[in-house]
């Protein structure tokens, strides 16, 4: 175990979630963009209409500001920010997928050098050797997509990899395909929102006009796509997570659920007005409000992927309070519920002063914040006024105050399938009552 990452009334894991989901709009739209582009400029050249190149200028720019900026900064923001709150979490990915990793840097790079080739070749070279950059560029930013979604996709079902350890047991394990090709369908909605706020501050009408038609008719079949796909995606979730988000195990589910479902139609809805009702009605507030709405559609859809992993971070291994769940025999990992159990989780702890560690029962409030920090802290804040699920308010409302009943209260824990259970000895929950007593107290 390593030592807490503690984020006072928000929770380490909530800023995680903020930060990974601001990161797809920029990175998706890195994704679906050039092909968009492509597409255009490949009419452009076929049809000899060389004003198009204004608006291709304009979007590819957009792009390297945007999502080579932004994205970039909120990637590495997520590796940070998970590295310190699920440092066992991380390691577990790295150490089974640093290969698929290592790859995805490689065609990360290709992107890199691809647009910039990209935009500053504009007029400077023959016009199918520029057409070329784009498809490799293309190419590469959906191949990174085809590696990333095969690690995001395990942590939530981890399928035969839990017996074998193999690379690609885990990697194309069930809900792979259909969460590759909603992506897909989203990348493409994403890329034909941000052309037509692009398209808004064009000066020529009729590529305007042609421009918006166009990304709309793309915006519709990736949103379409996406609907679809996420369709499959909910029916092929496993059983544990069907029951947390069907089932109304987690009620806030349903309502991010509803939040993604609108955010989409309204997005879809806006493609057909803008694209072939009123397509000069869209501006730069238009398209401004158009974003926070699909920002809003992602952060419930990414709320919702989060939440039906509960209470592992990596399925059928680790637990989000960092411990691990069962035995892993192809890895030689074993599970640390049992040796928890019996040895104790503050003995475990080599960062724990020895006065607390080797006699919790004498310190047991800084003993029992320590075993709460470690086991609760990443989706409950321990303010009364936190943000995120408030511990002592949540504590008040089971009417116990006294350090014996919250004691026993953590041995049921088992019972709730979206929560870690309580891991340690006696001593530890003793020490853990008390200080859930003083928070209420």
Known sequence: MYPFFELPSFTSGMLIALIASFHILPSHLAT????????VERDAIRRNRPE??????KYTLFILLFCFVSGSLTGVGIWFSSTVASPR?????????????????VFFIIEIVTIYTYYYTFGKIDSRT?????????????ISMIIITGILSFMLSSGKWVETGGFFDGFFNRTYWPQLFMRTGLMFGIAGLYAIIVASRLDNQDVRKWITRKAAIWGIGGMAAAGFFCTWYLFSLPEAAKALLFEGTLPYLKKLGTVAIGSLAI?????????????????????????????????????????IR?????????????????????????????????????KNLFFVPDQIKDAPGVHPVEAGRIVILLQCGNCHALERAGIIRPLPVLISRLGMSSPEELADFLLALESYPYMPPFVGTDEDRLAAGAYLASLVR
């Open 32 to 39: 679906g963009a050039f092909w968009f582009t492509v597409s």
């Open 130 to 142: 520029h057409l070329r950059i784009g498809w490799i560029y293309a190419w590469a930013a959906w």
């Open 52 to 57: 198009l190149l204004d608006f291709l200028k």
């Open 267 to 307: 997005v879809t809805t806006s493609f057909i007005i803008f694209g072939f009702v009123s397509p000069w009605r869209v501006n730069t507030v238009t398209g401004t409000i158009l974003v926070l709405v699909l920002f809003a559609g992602i952060g419930a859809a990414e709320g919702i992927r989060e939440g």
């Open 310 to 346: 509960r209470p592992y971070v990596i399925d059928n291994y680790l637990y989000s309070n960092q411990i691990v769940a069962h035995d892993l025999p192809a890895k030689k990992v074993t599970a640390e519920t049992v040796r928890f159990g019996t040895e104790g989780f503050l």
């Open 89 to 105: 979490g991380i390691s577990g990915l790295i150490h089974n997928y640093v290969w698929g990793w290592a790859t995805e840097w």
